[in-house]
């Protein structure tokens, strides 16, 4: 008789690590504080490309955990907000030249759409929001440059909402923060915005159904934005993180 030969006992395989999401809802990550206060920070140009993001002082800034901090990088490294880089740490994503036009080439298509689908849905409570807006513009005070950088964004993201497509929504939020990082990096000392003086008339077009003369001006006003950027890298120092989360008042709960 042959010998059986013995059964080779299977080797249990290890279970990945699961990560620790103690002060994080995945679910809602774009919701989170951390996410947005670093997205609010460089919409408004206060964080520049190159900007390094230590964990610690995230942490201390918003109050809450390193393992938060990290999660909510890594997150905005997926967005390309963020750039991670081994054994450095994270930083502020860095756009090259040929992607600052790219940014705009794309805002060009996008904003023509946006536009053109806003005058077709524009409905009364469409026209009460944007004329709100266009007011609460007219009565800002210009002198308060991060509520101006804010403001100017909000009017084609709500352009953008009152066309009623939540992708072409998503892409235009997107494109928002992703020219705010090329003009942090490429714009010229001294170079006036001239999203203010830009606005009413774009609004009053929409407003009037006019819609060739609206996408006119769109294109217009984002040709102007787009001459403010030069391809001269702006190599300023970048402001201490505590400072600028402090003055922003981004603070999230850890949980527990």
């Known amino acids: 008789m042959k010998r059986s030969r013995p059964l080779k006992r299977k080797t249990k395989r290890s279970e ?11 679910r809602s990550i774009d919701d989170d504080p951390v996410v947005q206060g670093i997205l609010t ?18 942490a201390a800034a918003f109050g809450t955990t390193r393992i938060h901090i990290r999660q909510a990088l890594a997150h905005l490294a997926s967005r390309k907000v963020v750039m991670q880089i081994p054994n450095r740490g994270a930083f502020v994503y860095r756009p090259s030249w040929e992607e600052a036009q790219d940014i705009f080439a794309a805002r060009r ?19 009460a929001e944007l004329k709100a807006h266009m007011e609460l513009e007219a009565q800002h005070d210009r002198n308060d440059r991060w509520a101006s950088l804010s403001l100017t964004a ?8 009152l066309g009623g497509n939540r992708v072409l929504l998503d892409m235009s939020r997107e494109l928002m923060l992703r020219t705010s990082l090329a003009i942090a990096t ?5 170079e006036p915005d001239c999203s203010p003086d830009a606005h009413p008339d774009i609004g009053a077009l929409i407003l009037a159904r006019d819609k060739a003369g609206a996408i006119d001006a769109m294109r217009h ?11 001269q890298q702006d190599k300023d120092e970048v402001d201490e993180l505590t400072a600028i989360f402090r003055e922003i008042g981004a603070r999230a709960r850890a949980a527990g």
């Open 109 to 127: 298509i996008i904003e023509t759409a946006t536009v053109a689908a806003a005058i077709d849905r524009l409905d009364r409570s469409g026209k």
């Open 221 to 231: 006003h984002l040709e102007e934005m787009e001459q403010r950027i030069r391809p």
């Open 186 to 190: 490429f714009e010229q000392p001294g």
């Open 41 to 58: 920070a460089i919409s408004q140009k206060r964080l520049k490309p190159g900007a390094k993001l230590g964990e610690d002082k995230l």
């Open 16 to 26: 990945p690590k699961r990560q620790d999401t103690e002060g994080v809802d995945l």
């Open 154 to 161: 909000e009017f084609h993201i709500l352009v953008a909402k």
